[in-house]
């Protein structure tokens, strides 16, 4: 069993900063892995926000988000960060950090190839 805890939510004003962290714990495995957010607003589907490759490092990241959220992992602690830099109001949303192995391609934006989520952390971006 893989173990996710998420930090780093809260309230903040629109074009603030925010980091949200995830650290795994437990049968971690690196096989084909990858790891990172997705998030769901209020009363919206889902999304994806962004994924990295565990062993290459190659990073992902929806259009809407794209120059302003930087996605980094620290290996050695099996933990990712996400940097959200001049954030919106749209950018408020229950972000979910996930983990998978034997991520493919054509499935790194797909929420059924990650096997394991944390409980989620509210970020709210509002005046």
């Known amino acids: 069993q893989v173990y996710l805890a998420e930090s780093g939510g809260g309230l903040v004003q629109p074009g603030a900063s925010l980091r949200l962290s995830c650290a795994a714990s437990?049968?971690?495995?690196?096989?084909?892995?990858?790891m990172g957010w997705f998030r769901q607003p209020p009363g919206k589907d889902r999304d994806f926000v962004s994924i990295?490759?565990?062993?290459?490092?190659?990073?992902y990241y929806a259009d809407s988000v794209k120059g302003r959220f930087t996605l980094s992992r620290e290996k050695d602690k099996n933990t990712v960060n996400l940097q959200m830099n001049n954030l919106k109001p749209e950018d408020s949303a229950v972000y979910y950090c996930v983990r998978g192995t034997g991520i493919i391609l054509s499935s790194i934006w797909s929420q059924s190839a990650y096997s394991n989520w944390g409980q989620g952390t509210q970020v709210t971006v509002s005046s």
């Open positions: 990295i490759r565990w062993n290459g490092g190659h990073t």
């Open positions: 437990g049968r971690v495995s690196t096989n084909s892995a990858a």
